[in-house]
């Protein structure tokens, strides 16, 4: 169909599921530690507005988080139906990986979750928050298993090939592979900007619209400060990725900076825009900055940095993709900074609450942070093209034998059924958002939870707003 | 080590498929049973029985096929590929079931039988593409070099569609007698009713997978019917007989648990028969557990995380249902 091949539709698929999903996961992240925050100034300071907060924002996690495990359902099993090769050749390592990513999972909802929900007013102080602390602890741990399993495939070690097949020889060394540690980093971190420019643009929404008041003052400036502080470290933990990926994956940086050759003794330029033509060898229309590629990737003026044309065709990522995806990300990162930095010095001038153009700014700024951490994993995705395991495996061996017109069904049904349902919990998840916080919530029993006889204790039942309300 | 992992793994895969069946089982059925009952207050009641407890259950369907994907790469690899466009109609027909559920609640009156629709069409969906991967499992998947070697849509035969249609009958039943033991007054009176027909349907659909599956397959014939096995697995039939006789009787008697029980040993025997005659295939009709392992030192190191949680995953799945016992009536809102 459209002239793509099996593996090109196998390969949409997997982008188009994964992508959908990665964004419920990254809110939770975020918004799962943002209530630990919450509930910890609460039982410090006994200041309304936290205790407000936290129940306006734990039942928009409550859906969210709801998502994610019905997106994540497909995930657990798109390995085996659509990339029988890798599952088998990987699955040794990858598969205990993600088992433990899901018992984690599974231990959270069974445990703290219910607590965390439901049980404000059924448990004592000290037990809830300490349920709101292990559920936000758990993402994290969620986190660690599946980037460790990614990044395992991105930098392998730890293992040897037997019968054409990966066994696991040290399962430390598997988990702490080289760019595990800057990749977890950069992924947690990411979702920590990302949810917080996600409620800076709720609490811009709420002001705009003149609905001032301690609780959403006190988000927006907590979304402020997280700009100001986090995106910086972001771009400085960024940097280290990218200098370990120079370290262990050469090509994807030479296609990051669509960089296709060295002049012999010369430091490489950087190519600031252009558009990298895979047939050509080059890039058409580059904007350079000489001196500039050796000076941010090797931290010298006169050290090259990795040139397309030194590694073979057929293993060279597609440059014309992640040379745009990675300046999407990196553009908007350097966006999110100026935020940050805007917002202290309009807090310095007492008009952070009031400039109405910034308040604009934060609310257009809201999908930034997510739109920046899909570009990312795009341009390490695509970037660690033509593997699925870095030197070990090819994607086109990793897929298993469908063909065109039954990807093409699966892929349209995906689509279809991925938006109209995910459109509806989206547009829900923004109605709640709109509803704002509510003054003295918290302060009576809720209905249901675990505990509670014929009531549920779901993640999604957390929310007791009709939809259409 | 002396520790066989494979068979530990085997153990845990094939009980966390029977706890599935088992409980999101009566949840689908229960979708599947929507359309035999139209008053928007029953169809309430209905939901609100499993409203607690339904995503919890599907827990199982993700562990299993991770622990399958961990311990039995091979399986994973080539069962899931084999059955590619059967399970993702599956997965499909429970996200609408899944998302349905929740949003029926909070639509207004003029939406909602939207998403009762979705609710039984998702539910349908599910059970019967689960049914037809199962047929085209017990079938026999065909394997060269590790690969799946069958066509996309091997897994279409009239033995794996009867198999999708008989597994609605079960999970209808299921859910029917869940919904005696769950609920009272005209909702129950019905689902007594519906609940008879069902059992002889079950029974009938029973009785052809029983005697299509040694016919059509050699060696599972062989299996049950070469002495002295016969004598080991005769009581299963004649058990399945007894149970039929004792549901009927219980039915019409008007008798609250025993139905439902009944129908939990019938399901777990027919589980039962199935496990006799696939043992120890994983990838039928050739590739046993031992075969697909993945090394001891990855079955070893998921076990031990899997022992620790297991326990409070069942726990905590105990505790919910203790929780929620006795009759739910239109009284009990959801929310």
Not at chain 1, 62 to 90: P, Q, R
Not at chain 1, 206 to 212: W, Y
Not at chain 1, 258 to 278: A, C, K, Q, R, Y
Request: aromatic fraction near 14%.
């Amino acid at each position: 169909m459209f002239g793509l091949e099996a593996l090109d539709l196998a390969r949409m698929q997997f982008a188009f599921t994964v992508s959908f999903h990665i964004l419920f996961p990254a809110i939770t992240i975020g918004l799962a530690s943002f209530l630990a925050v919450l509930e910890g100034l609460w039982l410090k300071t006994h200041e309304a507005a936290y205790r407000d907060l936290y129940h306006f924002w734990s039942k928009i996690f409550a859906v969210n988080f709801g998502m994610g495990v019905v997106s994540g359902l497909v995930m657990a099993y798109e390995f085996g139906t659509n990339w029988g090769g890798f599952s088998d050749f990987a699955g040794a390592i990858t598969g205990p990986l993600l088992t433990y990513e899901v018992l984690t999972a599974f231990f959270l909802e069974a445990g703290f979750l219910g607590v965390m929900l439901f049980g404000w007013n059924r448990v004592g102080r000290g037990l809830h928050f300490f349920s709101t602390v292990m559920v936000a602890i758990g993402t994290l741990i969620s986190t660690f298993w599946i980037l460790a399993s990614n990044s395992w495939m991105q930098t392998p070690q730890g293992y040897q090939i037997v019968d054409g097949r990966v066994i696991p020889v040290d399962w430390l060394a598997v988990i702490f592979n080289p760019s595990f540690p800057y990749r977890l980093a950069h992924m947690a971190i990411a979702a920590f900007v990302a949810t917080a420019f996600f409620v800076g643009a709720s609490a811009a929404w709420h002001l705009l619209r003149g609905r001032d008041n301690p609780a959403v003052r006190k988000m927006f400036s907590m979304a402020m400060w997280m700009a100001l502080i986090v995106a910086p470290v972001q771009a400085f933990v960024g940097d280290m990725h990218g200098l370990n990926t120079l370290e262990h994956q050469p090509a994807k940086i030479a296609a990051i900076e669509g960089h296709w050759d060295n002049v012999p003794g010369e430091p490489s330029p950087l190519i600031l825009f252009g558009w990298p033509d895979m047939q050509a060898e080059k890039t058409r229309f580059a904007v350079e900055v000489p001196y500039l590629g050796s000076l941010i990737l090797t931290h010298s003026l006169d050290r090259q940095i990795p040139a397309l044309k030194t590694f073979p065709p057929e293993d060279r990522p597609n440059s014309t993709i992640v040379f745009w995806s990675f300046r999407v990300m990196v553009g908007l990162g350097l966006l999110m900074i100026a935020v940050g930095v805007f917002s202290a010095w309009l807090r310095w001038r007492g008009k952070l609450y009031s400039c109405k153009p910034f308040l604009y700014l934060a609310l257009y700024m809201g999908p930034a942070g997510l739109i920046a951490l899909l570009a990312g994993w795009f341009t390490t995705e695509i970037g660690r093209q033509p593997w699925v395991v870095y030197g070990l495996m090819r994607t086109a061996h990793a897929s298993s034998n469908h063909d065109a017109v039954q990807m093409s069904i699966t892929l349209g049904l995906f689509v279809v059924v991925y938006f109209s349902l995910f459109g509806v919990g989206f547009s829900y998840m923004m109605r709640l958002v709109r509803k704002g916080p509510v003054t003295h919530e918290g302060t009576h029993q809720p209905h249901g939870g675990p505990g509670q006889p014929r009531t549920p204790a779901r993640p999604l039942s957390a929310s007791h707003d009709t939809q259409e309300a | 080590m002396g520790i066989d992992t494979s068979l530990i793994w085997a153990i845990i895969i094939i009980f966390g498929v029977m706890m599935y069946v088992v409980m999101d089982g009566f949840d689908l059925g229960i979708g599947i049973l929507f359309p035999f009952v139209k008053a928007e207050q029953d169809r309430d009641v209905m939901m609100n029985t499993v409203a607690p407890v339904w995503d919890g259950n599907e827990t199982w369907l993700v562990l299993g096929g991770a622990a399958l994907f961990g311990a039995f790469p091979l399986a994973y690899s080539v069962v899931l590929s084999a059955l590619y466009l059967p399970l993702i109609f599956m997965l499909m027909g429970l996200i609408f079931r899944g998302v349905a559920f929740e949003f029926r609640f909070k639509a207004r009156e003029n939406k909602r039988h939207i998403w009762d629709k979705a609710f039984i069409g998702g539910s349908l969906a599910a059970t019967f593409f689960q049914g037809v991967a199962l047929g085209a499992f017990i079938d026999g998947i065909p394997v060269v070099e590790r690969h799946y070697a069958g066509g996309a849509l091997a897994w279409l035969t009239p033995f794996s569609l009867f198999c999708g249609l008989g597994l609605i009958a079960a999970y209808a039943l299921l859910g029917s007698t869940w919904l005696i033991m769950k609920t009272e007054g005209p909702l129950q009176a019905r689902m007594y009713q519906v609940t008879k027909p069902l059992i002889l349907v079950l029974l009938a659909v029973v009785g052809v997978v029983s005697l299509w599956t040694p016919l059509a397959h050699g060696d599972i014939a062989q299996r049950w019917f070469s002495t002295p096995n016969l004598f080991w697995f005769l009581p299963v039939p004649l058990l399945v007989l007894a149970t039929v006789a004792g549901l009927w009787w219980a039915v019409g008697r008007g008798a609250n648990y025993i139905p439902f029980l009944l129908t939990l040993l019938l399901i777990f025997l027919g589980y039962s028969g199935l496990g006799i005659s696939l043992w120890p295939n994983i990838i039928p009709p050739a590739i046993s557990i031992w075969d697909a392992a993945s090394p001891p030192q990855s079955q070893s190191f998921m076990l031990v995380g899997t022992l620790f949680i297991l326990p409070f995953i069942l726990g905590y799945t105990f505790w919910s249902y203790y929780v929620f016992r006795g009759k739910v009536t239109a009284e009990d809102g959801y929310h």
